[in-house]
């Protein structure tokens, strides 16, 4: 039996292979944002809830309860002070999570903000056979429109990754933009296998993301290491950063983890810096990308 070759073995082609399936292509810097805003705001929020717990088959009540937290204060929080700063956002729903709380949803989108697809069970998308992953995306489009209303046009991958099928689905469902891959700060088109998909990547990153500074786990070593404050600085500095080049800063948030009283304040600061810099447009993640495609 022969052994598989080590990837410092792999000839030129496969590793090619490897980086070009999936790849960045054209950028989609729009040349203005609307009403002569400098920079564009996407704040992003992902209703987790239980999911994380369940995804994991883990049935513990503690963690569920901390998931239904996002629900029960996390999400009202977090709509409050959108709704007192009248700011659009975007909300990335695990199926699992709109089912469970459908007035949650009916919320949300009444309140005039984008309710997006996040997976079924939040569960790991990339790991999945493909026809698998795409019945579930199908069926998530399926339960957020109806909770929510409308048809999602967007999706933001449960594992923040893709599969090697993950991008012909959501071509294939028709989806307007992706919200998971990192290979810019600006909106891009996906290409496959070299080729133009017409899905828009509308980039995030992990230090954009609450998770990264706030997550615990009491049966292992992980535990929150970065104070509130330094959290917002480091969001501020990416806010400044991106009014400076004029382009886009876009924010991912949990409402079972920034939700709380101690860290809720980072939100409603960010809006307010964000509106004291001078022009800035607050809009959900498809309008972002509306613009962008329309005005590269």
């Not at 099928?165 to 919200?179: F, P, V």
């Not at 230090?207 to 615990?216: C, G, L, Q, S, W």
């Not at 809006?271 to 809009?283: D, E, M, Q, T, Y």
Request: proline share 7%; glycine share 8%; with cysteine.
């Amino acid at each position: 039996m022969t052994e598989p070759l080590q990837p410092w073995q792999w000839p030129e082609a496969h590793w090619r292979g490897i980086v070009d399936h999936v790849r960045a292509g054209r950028a989609l810097r729009p040349a203005r944002w609307p009403g002569g805003a400098r920079c564009a705001v996407a704040l992003s929020f992902d209703s987790d809830h239980e999911t994380n717990e369940l995804r994991e088959g883990g049935e513990s009540i503690g963690k569920l309860s901390q998931g239904q937290y996002g629900n029960r204060q996390g999400v009202p929080r977090i709509l409050d002070i959108l709704h007192r700063h009248d700011v659009r956002a975007s909300f990335f729903v695990p199926a699992v999570t709109a089912l469970l709380y459908p007035d949650e949803q009916r919320r949300i989108a009444a309140e005039g903000h984008e309710v997006a697809l996040h997976g079924w069970i939040h569960e790991r998308n990339s790991v999945l056979p493909e026809a698998a992953e795409r019945d579930l995306m199908r069926r998530s489009a399926d339960a957020l429109e109806r909770t929510s209303g409308s048809r999602p046009v967007g999706i933001r991958t449960p594992s923040w990754d893709f599969s090697p099928a993950t991008l012909a689905i959501a071509r294939d469902m028709g989806l307007m933009y992706d919200s998971s891959l990192m290979a810019d700060v600006d909106c891009y088109e996906l290409l496959l296998e070299g080729e133009p998909t017409g899905v828009v990547e509308l980039p995030v990153e992990w230090i954009r993301d609450d998770a990264v500074y706030f997550n615990m786990n009491r049966f292992a070593g992980l535990r929150p290491y970065t104070p509130p404050a330094d959290v917002f600085d480091i969001f501020r500095r990416e806010l400044e950063a991106a009014f400076a080049e004029g382009g886009i800063f876009q924010l991912t948030m949990h409402p079972h983890i920034s939700g709380y009283r101690s860290r809720i304040w980072i939100l409603e600061e960010l809006i307010r810096h964000a509106k004291s810099l001078g022009p800035v447009w607050f809009a959900t993640h498809a309008d972002v990308v509306r613009h962008a495609k329309a005005n590269p």
